[in-house]
């Protein structure tokens, strides 16, 4: 299995992918953007942590939809991927950065 292939694990506690974890207590911030590939875009989420340290998850990774699903269960006020992924994945080959989810944040 390559670093590539790692499957990503949402407990209550955090996320996990490979040897990586992040505790949801520990996250500060959650982005969305797109990087261009050249002939395709991968959608990413970049979780930033009080430490200013990030972890990023694309949707490649095995469990990364099972991940979208249950973030609002994890983050309160974290919205559901129909209201905001049309935004990230459209216009193709842009960047299209969403600031999806704050600690503290109101919720819409």
Same mark, same amino acid.
């Given at each position: *299995?390559?670093?590539? +292939?790692?499957?990503?694990? !949402? ?10 974890? %992040?505790?949801?207590?520990? #996250? ?7 990087? +261009?590939?050249?002939? !395709?875009?991968? #959608?990413?989420?970049? $979780?930033? !942590? $009080?430490?200013?340290?990030? #972890?990023?998850? +694309?949707?490649?990774? =095995?469990? $990364?939809?099972?991940? %979208?699903?249950?973030? =609002? ?9 129909? +209201?905001?992924?049309?935004? #990230? ?5 842009? !960047?299209? %950065?969403?600031? %999806?989810? *704050?600690?503290? *944040?109101?919720?819409?």
């Amino acid at each position: *299995m390559t670093k590539r +292939d790692e499957p990503v694990a !949402t407990t209550a506690g955090g996320v996990e992918c490979g040897d990586t974890s %992040l505790a949801w207590s520990e #996250v500060r911030e959650v982005l969305a953007y797109k990087k +261009d590939l050249l002939t !395709t875009d991968l #959608v990413c989420l970049e $979780f930033i !942590t $009080f430490r200013d340290t990030a #972890v990023v998850i +694309d949707e490649e990774r =095995p469990g $990364f939809h099972e991940l %979208l699903r249950k973030l =609002p269960n994890f983050l309160d006020g974290f919205p559901p991927a129909e +209201d905001w992924w049309r935004q #990230v994945e459209q216009p193709p080959f842009a !960047t299209n %950065l969403a600031h %999806l989810w *704050m600690r503290g *944040m109101p919720s819409k």
